[in-house]
C-alpha cells in the first residue's frame, strides 16, 4: 500500500511538470501592437492638445534682401485643434539702400543710413506625423520628431533712421508679404526643441531656429 501511495504522488508531480512545460512552450507570440489615433493624442505633446502654446525663434538662412542683419523671426502658435497650429508672428531686419550697377556688382546709395523693415503676420501650421504613422501602420517618434507644413502672410513696413531717407526705395517696399515650407522639428526635451524650414517666403529660402512649449 505504501508503494501505490508513492507511485501516484511521484505520477501526479510527473503530470504537472509537464503540463506547466507545454503552457510555458506552446504560447504563442504576441504580435506588435500599433498605437490608435486616440492613443497618440493622449500624449502630452503640444499640437495634439488644444489650448497648448509654443514661441519659436528663428533666422533666415538665404534672404533675398541684401540686409546688414539676417532677418528674424518670433512666432507664437497655439493648438487651435487636433494636430494644427495658428498664431502671430513678427519678422524684422535692417538693411541698406543697395543699387546692381552690374550683373555682378553692387552699389551702396546711401551708406550712412539704415532702413528697418517689420512684417507683422499670421502662421498657421499642419503637423502631420500622426497621420504618417496612420498611413503607414508603424510606430514612429511622435513625441521628439514633429513633421509640418507650414504657410504664413503678412503686412510689412519701412522706415529708416533719419529724414534723408529715399522715398522711391521706401514706396517700392512690397506691403503684403507671404510664404510657405516643409519643417521638421525635433523635440530633445518635453518643452524645448530645434528646427529647420525649407520652401519659399518674400524674405528668404529657408530659416532654422528653437522652440518652446509655453504650455
Given amino acids: 500500500m505504501k508503494s501505490l501511495w508513492i507511485f501516484c504522488l511521484c505520477a501526479l508531480f510527473s503530470l504537472s511538470a509537464v503540463a506547466q512545460i507545454s503552457t510555458g512552450d506552446d504560447e ?7 498605437p490608435t489615433e486616440e492613443q497618440v ?18 533666422n533666415i538662412m538665404v534672404s533675398k534682401q541684401r540686409a546688414v542683419s539676417m532677418p528674424v523671426n518670433l512666432q507664437i502658435e497655439a493648438t487651435a485643434f487636433k494636430n494644427f497650429t495658428i498664431g502671430p508672428m513678427l519678422t524684422y531686419f535692417m538693411l541698406k539702400n543697395v543699387k546692381q550697377v552690374e550683373p555682378n556688382q553692387n552699389r551702396i ?14 502662421r498657421g501650421s499642419y503637423h502631420f506625423m500622426p497621420l504618417l504613422q496612420k498611413l503607414i501602420n508603424k510606430p514612429m517618434l511622435t513625441d521628439y520628431v514633429d513633421a509640418y507644413v507650414t504657410g504664413h502672410v503678412g503686412y510689412s513696413v519701412l522706415f529708416a533712421d533719419g529724414s534723408k531717407a529715399n522715398m ?21 526635451l ?17 530659416s532654422f531656429g528653437i522652440t518652446t512649449v509655453i504650455k
Fill in 168 to 188: 522711391d526705395f521706401m514706396d517700392a517696399n512690397q506691403r503684403i508679404r507671404g510664404g510657405a515650407a516643409l519643417g521638421v522639428r525635433s523635440m530633445v
Fill in 109 to 122: 546709395q546711401d551708406g550712412n543710413l539704415k532702413y528697418h523693415q517689420v512684417m507683422v503676420g499670421i
Fill in 190 to 206: 518635453p518643452r524645448f526643441g530645434f528646427f529647420i524650414e525649407m520652401g519659399y517666403t518674400s524674405y528668404g529660402y529657408g
Fill in 28 to 34: 504563442p507570440e504576441k504580435p506588435a501592437v500599433v
Fill in 41 to 58: 493624442l493622449d500624449k502630452p505633446v503640444f499640437y495634439r492638445n488644444p489650448g497648448s502654446f509654443i514661441m519659436s525663434f528663428s
